[in-house]
Each structure stands twice: as C-alpha cells, then as structure tokens.
C-alpha cells in the first residue's frame, strides 16, 4: 500500500474530512513563517477531534529549523505520533528527538540520486531508537516545501529502487498515479496540490485520494518493511 500523507491542514472540518477518506497521515504545520501554520489551540482541537474516530490518521508535525527542545515539547503538549523536519536539521540532531520522525531530504536542479542515497544511508548507520521515514522534497525558491514544484522524476526513480522513501513536491491528482506506476514509493505527501486559492480543496483531496489507490504499485522496495506507520487504529505507528 502506498502511503498517503496530506499536509497543511489548518481547521479541524478539513482534518475530518481527510480522515474519513483514510488517509495515512495528517500534516499540521508549526513553522512560523508558513501560510499554513496552525496554533497550539488549534493543533489541540483537531487532535482531540481526531482521536474520538476509531481509526484516524497518525498526525505529524511539521517543524523547520526548530530547536529539538521545542519540537519535543509541542509533541507532547499536542499529542503528536511523529515530527517532521522540513529545515536544514541534521542527523545528528535527530537523536535528541523523542517521537518517531519523518526526515526530508531537500532535492535542489543539481542532486543526483547517488548523493541522496548516501547521506539517507548516513542516518540508517545511526541506529535510532525511534523509527522514522525519509522524505525527498523540493527546494525551490528559498521555501522549505509546499512550493507546489517538483523535482527529476528520475532521480527520484533511482533512489526509491535503492530505499524507500516520501515523494513530495509537485504532485497532484492529475499526476500521482503516473509517479506511483513508475517510480514506486513508498508513500506520496501533498499539500498544495489539493488548495484551491489557498485553501484545502476536499474535492481535490479525494481525487488525490482516489488516484493512488487506484495506482497502487506493487514491487516496490518498501514492502519487505515493518508496517509502522499506518492509521492508528489499525497498525501503531509508534
């Protein structure tokens, strides 16, 4: 099964909507400078909101260049089942986090797959005590993700033929199957394209939705994983 991460959710009727759809994991956005940050009030209420369901997706927060501290404190004050570094954070840094992790790998016009190989491989030498995916991302005018732009679908092929990692950056349910069939990730995350005007389009999201489920590759490297990361309710993900 492909894994489904949507991001950016800011009200809690969107972070319903989204989980009835069954998606895997839900993105709240704690970076200052984001358009789709969200406070601590409202992170709590669509957590809260959240785990009345039965099943529901894991819920990661999002953080760029945050100190581990922080990170730390704002998942146990809000109850979050993994943390996301979409910052310059290195490996290093994440042994001081305490909740499973989600690590992107920034993907400027010139990084080749060899290179986003070996320093995903640094991190799998480190032996952390806590599980935790890699995510390769866009870096696009100086913004840390959700710029809606994607990377050398090539690159992108090689690396997931080596390990399994996230495919963010540019995708869309116009495009997100054709990624799937051909390049077999592990899961895809998407942000701005589900918005319409700047705001989570639910008619986009299921489309989206429905485009991986439909496209679901079987083959890939990532299915010999331990299935750690699924909806709570079926599978912990921690």
Same mark, same amino acid.
């Given at each position: ?5 949507? $991001? ?16 895997? =994991? +839900? ?47 704002? +998942?146990?004050? $809000?109850?979050?089942? =993994? ?10 840094? $994440? ?12 993907? *400027? ?24 995916? $890699?995510?390769?991302?866009? =870096? ?61 389009? =639910? ?21 010999? *994983? ?13």
């Amino acid at each position: 099964m492909t894994l489904i991460k949507i $991001c950016g959710l800011t009200g809690l009727e969107d972070a319903l909507s989204v989980a009835q759809m069954g998606v895997d =994991m +839900a993105g709240l956005v704690f970076f200052t400078e984001s358009r789709r940050r969200i406070s601590f009030k409202q992170a709590a209420e669509i957590i809260a909101a959240l785990g009345k369901l039965p099943r529901r997706p894991a819920i990661v927060g999002v953080f760029v260049n945050e100190n581990a501290q922080t990170v730390n404190e704002t +998942a146990q004050t $809000c109850g979050l089942d =993994m943390v996301q570094l979409s910052g310059d954070e290195g490996w290093e840094y $994440c042994r001081d986090l305490e909740r499973p992790f989600i690590k992107v790998i920034h993907v *400027l016009a010139s990084t080749g797959a060899a290179e986003i190989v070996e320093r995903i491989n640094i991190g799998r030498s480190m032996n952390f005590k806590q599980p935790y995916l $890699c995510m390769l991302d866009t =870096m696009a005018g100086g913004l840390y993700g959700g710029s809606g732009q994607g990377f050398n679908r090539e690159v992108a092929r090689q690396v997931c033929a080596t390990v399994p990692v996230l495919i963010a950056g540019g995708l869309s349910s116009d495009n997100v199957a054709e990624l799937i069939q051909d390049v077999k990730p592990l899961g895809v995350d998407v942000s701005s394209g589900v918005e319409t005007d700047g705001r989570k389009d =639910m008619n986009k999201i299921r489309r989206f939705v429905e485009a991986v489920r439909a496209a679901e590759a079987p083959g890939g490297v990532w299915q010999s *994983l331990p299935p750690k990361y699924y909806r709570k309710g079926e599978i912990d993900v921690t």
